[in-house]
């Protein structure tokens, strides 16, 4: 289950250490450009991650994912967090946690996407990899083929930065900048994320999520500044296999509610929404080149989303701030823990104003392996 992502990724152990180590890395290039402006060809290696485990005694497990985004650009501790296993259906887990809210943010590996680019509404909206100081509680209850899992934590939360930001709209991903998330809540009342999620071994999976909290400092030193300005998120998540024809269905969506002052103008989305559809063909599965049970796919991504759902008070027309995007590709998989693809990137960009879109075209190609 996505419950499980976290530590269902390879390790290497180091004899009889109880620490075990693996990572994963990714590089790209793009050749792109915009209603026919050629942006050229770049490349990029935007992260190399590390894993650390260790089960310190029986029951006890640690595990820190350290990832360096942009050639090193940022560093960035995304999860670090000790599990006491009491039962599996009751376990506490506390550290830095990666919020479960849709099901990208916990399973956001590289080598386990067909596609280079993340998914919009998984970066954009929820602003993956999300993650947060805190505590909370886990565990799943499996019956035959059925299993049925739950995550309840409370951590530090958003702030001011999702409306205060140089996007100059609300844009979710701004609080990522503030590292003092890590050391102090902005405002003293957690963030709560809840999700649960149902699984049948033959078929797939499918879970609901919700997350939220206040997210501006509204009381200095006991006196009151501004109204407790609340952030909701409810994420939708369901991936399957179809039987005979191994295709694999991949999706998300999500919508955040945002209680953005009335003195900010339109252009600061009160309401966000969007979502992806990824579709994962295997079209040849044998050896090739001499790599033994190898996987050839075409792939298929169909995502939206929309920084601004609403109409304009003045004359009642949509709102625009919206992107749509389509990304074919082609993906080789040597071994499961490795991809190498090639997609070909196209979006739709509406401005605020709903003028006739941009027309944003790339084709991409990279690989991501565990290592």
């Known amino acids: 289950m996505n419950l499980d992502a976290v530590y269902n990724r390879p390790f290497l152990n180091l004899g009889k250490l109880p620490v075990a180590i693996g990572g994963y890395v990714e590089a790209n290039s ?16 935007p992260r190399l991650t590390l894993f650390i485990s260790s089960t310190i005694k029986k029951r006890l497990k640690f595990l820190s994912e350290i990832e360096f985004e942009e ?8 999860f670090a967090s000790m599990d006491i296993e009491f039962d599996p259906l009751f376990n506490l887990r506390g550290g830095i946690i990666m919020n479960p809210i849709g099901a990208f943010n ?41 299993v049925w899992a739950y995550e309840m934590y409370a951590t530090n939360g958003f702030d001011q930065n999702i409306i205060d930001n140089p996007e100059g709209r609300t844009w979710l991903p701004a609080t ?30 499918l879970g609901i999520s919700w997350m939220g909290g206040v997210y501006n400092k509204f009381e200095i030193d006991g006196l009151k500044i501004d109204s407790q300005r609340r952030i909701d998120l409810i994420a939708l998540d369901m991936n399957c296999t179809i039987p005979y024809l191994k295709t694999n269905i991949t999706a998300e969506c999500v919508r955040a509610i945002v209680d953005v002052p009335d003195t900010y103008s339109q252009q600061f989305g009160n309401i966000l929404q969007g979502g992806f559809v990824d579709v994962v063909q295997p079209i040849i599965k044998q050896s090739i080149l001499g790599w033994k049970k190898s996987t050839i796919n075409v792939v298929l991504r169909a995502e939206y989303v929309d920084y601004n759902k609403g109409t304009f008070k003045e004359t009642n027309g949509n709102i625009g701030d919206h992107v749509y995007a389509l990304v074919p590709g082609v993906s ?3 071994s499961n823990l490795t991809v190498i693809r090639f997609n070909y990137r196209r979006e739709w960009r509406t401005d605020l104003l709903g003028n006739p879109p941009s027309n944003f075209a790339a084709f991409q190609f990279g690989f991501s392996t565990y290592f």
Request: proline share 5%.
């Open 332 to 334: 080789f998989r040597p």
């Open 106 to 146: 916990q399973n956001h590996d590289g080598p386990k996407w067909e596609f280079i680019n993340r998914p919009l509404s998984a970066t954009t909206i929820i602003p993956s990899t999300w993650s947060n100081v805190g505590f909370g509680v886990f565990g799943k209850y499996a019956m035959k083929n059925i």
């Open 71 to 78: 050639g090193g650009k940022e560093i960035a501790i995304e």
């Open 30 to 45: 793009n050749y792109s450009g915009t209603d026919g402006v050629n942006e050229g060809l770049s490349f990029q290696i």
């Open 176 to 205: 990522k900048s503030n590292a003092e998330r890590f050391t102090e809540s902005g405002n003293g009342v957690p963030l709560f994320t809840l999700k649960t999620a149902i699984k049948h071994r033959k078929i797939g999976e």
